[in-house]
């Protein structure tokens, strides 16, 4: 089972800042993942990298932009916050190359006023 | 257009019943599924998965049965229990077709009352 920890777990924040969301594993994955989830939604992705400085948009369009620096690190960040940012958003990490599973964080709960 | 559903956002069941939660899926590429737990203001929870290969598999109170005819699959728990209470959302991906992304459903709020 992945550690996976994000912080902050709550973010209330007024609209144009700029946040970062922080992800990282300690189980030495090679993928990881960025979701938003609405309440009685599915979870949409929105990023994922399967390495090192190699990054992808997901299916849903995001105004957020990641970072892979790390193979344990894996930032997202908000350059203007706006209150249709507002929502939960989940890290994943998985390894394998077929059939793997996903492993969550405990999400962060964003609030754009 | 969503590829994986689970047309039942909520179901109630007694302590001691079984509980069984559903999914369907539209995409027949789709070769591995999972369910996944989650309680709310915390990040899902793996429990269970099932290989397109197999039409059922086992862990404990959870058994997960996957008809590939029907695309469909779910997710029975014997007995239930209060601590199951929770939302289960089904995942799937297919290697081949999706490059392993996940594709989730809207959820179902299980009760299950004491």
């Known amino acids: 089972e992945a550690d996976i920890y994000q912080t902050p777990r709550y973010l209330v924040i007024g609209t144009g800042k700029k946040i970062t969301l922080e992800c990282s594993q300690t189980?030495?994955?090679?993928?990881m993942y960025w979701y938003q989830q609405d309440p009685g939604m599915e979870l949409h992705l929105i990023h994922y990298s399967y390495g090192v400085n190699s990054t992808e948009k997901g299916d849903l369009s995001s105004e957020s932009t990641v970072s892979r620096i790390r193979t344990e690190h894996f930032p997202l960040t908000l350059e203007s916050a706006r209150p249709s940012h507002t929502s939960q958003y989940l890290c994943?990490?998985?390894?394998?190359?077929?059939?793997?599973?996903?492993?969550f964080g405990p999400g962060t709960r964003l609030l754009v006023l | 257009d969503q590829q994986v559903k689970q047309n039942s956002p909520s179901l109630s069941v007694q302590e001691g019943r079984i509980s069984i939660l559903n999914c369907d899926y539209t995409n027949s590429m789709f070769d591995y599924f999972l369910w996944y737990k989650k309680y709310p203001a915390e990040g899902p929870t793996f429990l269970i998965s099932i290989s397109s290969i197999k039409d059922k598999n086992e862990d404990g109170r959870f058994t997960v049965f996957l008809n590939k005819s029907a695309k469909h699959l779910s997710l029975h728990i014997v007995p239930s229990q209060p601590g199951d209470s929770a939302v289960y959302f089904c995942?799937?991906?297919?290697?081949?077709?999706?490059?392993?992304?996940?594709?989730f459903g809207t959820g179902t709020s299980l009760t299950v009352i004491p």
């Open positions: 994943a990490s998985s390894e394998g190359v077929i059939q793997e599973t996903q492993y």
């Open positions: 995942a799937a991906s297919s290697y081949l077709n999706t490059g392993n992304q996940f594709y």
């Open positions: 189980m030495g994955h090679d993928k």
